[in-house]
């Protein structure tokens, strides 16, 4: 069975066994499956400290068996991650009275925000990784499919007024469209629209 595209880690402990300098590392490298005989030489590490990491990533799910070889004297264990990207949970960073409001935002996008805030903005998209990782890994499993959709665009505005102008007409024009599909036992879906300035090259700070 192979590993899973995705895996939200949204656990304080669980995080933090896999912050780890050497730990990323192998996290990055146990993509394509390897023991911890040949991680020590490709790493220039000896054995005894890659198996000990190895153990508390296994330990905390983050990789597991594929199969084991006998060697002379000793039974080689061949070890690969558990999913293909490891997401973190925006709120597993945050202080305590922000996981309570992300709590809000879980149970349906109801808290009343600014729409032109920064705050808000990072507030939902942190709320669609947690969401859309979590089902898009149980499908995984399942091994069917995800289906999820994504529209880009790219807007230059003139004067910092049209930003308002645009963000009313495109409500509306979402909520017409909205209505026009949504039917009554349907499959709900949740649309999110937001946008940023695009950033400038590196160093510019823009």
């Known amino acids: 069975m192979s590993a899973t595209e995705?895996?939200?880690m949204d656990e304080p402990d669980r995080l933090r066994v896999a912050l780890t300098p050497i730990r990323r590392r192998l996290l990055d490298r146990l993509r394509e499956p390897a023991s911890?005989?040949?991680?020590?030489?490709?790493?220039?590490l000896p054995r005894q400290r890659v198996g000990y990491h190895i153990k508390v990533l296994e330990e905390a799910g983050l990789v597991e068996l594929v199969e084991e070889r006998p060697r002379r004297g000793f039974v080689e264990r061949v070890m690969?991650?558990?999913?293909?990207?490891?997401?973190?949970?925006?709120g597993v960073?945050?202080?305590?009275t922000e996981v309570a409001e992300?709590?809000?935002?879980d149970e349906g996008?109801?808290?009343?925000?600014?729409?032109?805030?920064?705050?808000?903005l990072v507030e939902v998209a942190a709320g669609t990784v947690r969401e859309v990782t979590r089902m898009a890994a149980a499908a995984d499993r399942q091994g069917v499919r995800l289906l999820t959709f994504t529209v880009e665009a790219r807007v230059r505005f003139a004067e910092?007024?049209?930003?308002?102008?645009?963000?009313?007409?495109?409500?509306?024009a979402v909520s017409q469209v909205a209505a026009r599909f949504d039917a009554p036992g349907g499959r709900p879906y949740r649309l999110v629209v937001g946008g940023h300035p695009a950033p400038g090259p590196r160093g510019t700070g823009g």
């Open 160 to 172: 910092p007024g049209d930003v308002h102008d645009f963000t009313d007409m495109l409500a509306e």
């Open 6 to 8: 995705m895996t939200l």
């Open 93 to 96: 960073l945050a202080p305590a």
């Open 36 to 44: 911890a005989v040949r991680l020590a030489a490709e790493f220039d």
């Open 80 to 90: 690969r991650v558990t999913a293909n990207a490891f997401l973190v949970d925006p």
């Open 109 to 120: 996008f109801r808290r009343v925000a600014d729409r032109y805030a920064a705050e808000h």
């Open 102 to 105: 992300t709590a809000e935002f």
